[in-house]
């Protein structure tokens, strides 16, 4: 099993920034995709940001520009740097980790999610 730790959501007002944090650990021998979606409520949950081991990165166009995804490959953690917010990035932000193990199939793990609400 993954488990996938997310951190710092919060409530924040238009314009402002915040951090969002995730943490891997637990059975694979790497992780291949780290991304970063959200759901607001009554709708689907949408890509907002991924990366690769690789560092190749894909942003949802509604982000470009505002939002950042790193990745530190040895720590496990993904990191989305998000700025300049507008009230429509209110949502649940969910960690996301597609992972592949030895000798047998991989993965695709959720975290638990955390709360980012923009005030206007």
């Known amino acids: 099993q993954v488990q996938l730790v997310e951190s710092g959501g919060g409530l924040v007002q238009a314009g402002g920034s915040l951090r969002l944090s995730c943490v891997a650990s637990?059975?694979?021998?790497?992780?291949?995709?780290m991304g970063w979606y959200r759901q607001a409520p009554g709708k689907q949950r949408d890509l907002v940001a991924s990366?690769?081991?690789?560092?190749?990165?894909n942003y949802a166009d509604s982000v470009k520009g505002r939002f950042s995804i790193s990745r530190d490959n040895a720590k496990n953690t993904a990191v989305l740097e998000m700025n300049s917010l507008k009230p429509e990035d209110t949502a649940v932000y969910f960690c996301?980790?597609?992972?592949?193990?030895?000798?047998?199939?991989?993965?695709?793990?959720w975290g638990q999610g955390t709360q980012v609400t923009v005030s206007s």
């Open positions: 637990g059975s694979f021998f790497r992780i291949n995709i």
């Open positions: 990366i690769t081991r690789g560092g190749s990165i």
């Open positions: 996301n980790a597609e992972v592949s193990r030895l000798g047998t199939t991989g993965g695709d793990y």
